[in-house]
């Protein structure tokens, strides 16, 4: 394995002051609670479904952005109609969630406002579930097609026997169809909100830095970033921007409380960061 310079680990920055909210160990709780029906159906038919072919097809179907129009913040608020299925730690609107990790980087990141905007906007993809398109095609963990399902996805040993890939000898070894130290950029993610809003930002041109491009296309890919999983097929930039997506999951994860925050009071702060990073009406 190669080991590269990257520097001091940004993700030991911050360790999350959970006096008033759940202990870590209660987090992503994919053994039993309340929400493990809903959850544990979600996964299912996402690992029965998510294959190349229908990674590449829903690549055709969404990311020439030509779906709708709307501005950041209309996108944002439209996510009150929505609860994730697969989220074991929440059953609230997903807009709260927005807000809540925003202001969790902003108290410890105040001179990164880029930071904070990526907080607020990291799950705006899941608009795709206002469009029709099935939750397990949007939501949840998310993880490589087109090579050998490793044993950190959720779930891995009771929901994949039905996924035609599994069955497929070339893609059922380590690297599949891909080459080694290809780069994540080179491999077909499940499809969902992660894949789908990088897409829009890279499409409107808008001016995040890659850092947060980064945190917005993979901070579901928890069999990497939280496992170490998939590094075979990671390039020297991947590994250089590992610990920016580590660091921004602490927030996604760890901000997750009923303490909901007052929107409408925070709304000008974040509209200030849209205008500056990703103005005007956007196409989707």
């Known amino acids: 394995m190669r080991v590269v310079n990257i520097g001091p680990d940004p993700s030991l920055a911050y360790r999350p002051n959970l006096e008033n ?44 952005c030509n779906h709708s129009r709307m501005g950041m913040m209309e996108a944002i608020m439209s996510l009150d109609q929505l609860v994730d299925e697969s989220d074991p730690d929440v059953d609230f609107p997903n807009s709260f969630h927005a807000f809540q990790t925003a202001e969790g980087i902003r108290k410890e990141h105040p001179d990164k406002d880029w930071f904070q905007l990526v907080g607020l906007i990291h799950d705006v993809g899941k608009i795709l579930a206002l469009w029709d398109e099935p939750q397990w095609a949007v939501v949840g963990d998310t993880f490589p097609v087109g090579c050998k399902f490793q044993d950190s996805i959720v779930f891995r040993d009771s929901t994949f026997q039905d996924n035609p890939d599994e069955k497929n000898p070339k893609y059922k070894t380590e690297y599949g169809i891909y080459e080694p130290n290809c780069g994540l950029d080179k491999v077909l993610m499940s499809w969902g909100h992660d894949e789908y809003l990088y897409r829009v930002m890279k499409f409107n041109n808008c001016a995040i830095p890659e850092e947060g491009l980064y945190m917005i296309r993979f901070h579901s890919f928890y069999p990497w970033h939280s496992h170490g999983d998939y590094t075979h097929l990671c390039n020297d930039k991947d590994l250089q921007m590992l610990p920016w ?40």
Request: charge should be neutral; hydrophobic fraction near 30%; proline fraction near 4%.
């Open 21 to 64: 909210s759940k202990e870590k160990e209660e987090y992503r709780n994919f053994v039993d609670g309340s929400l493990f029906s809903r959850v544990f159906k979600t996964y299912s038919v996402m690992h029965t479904n998510q294959t190349v072919d229908f990674v590449q097809q829903k690549h055709g179907q969404w990311t020439h």
């Open 245 to 284: 997506v580590k660091e921004f999951n602490k927030f996604d994860l760890y901000t997750k409380t009923t303490d909901l925050p007052n929107v409408d009071e925070l709304r000008p702060y974040y509209q200030s960061l849209i205008d500056k990073y990703c103005p005007g009406v956007l196409q989707w």
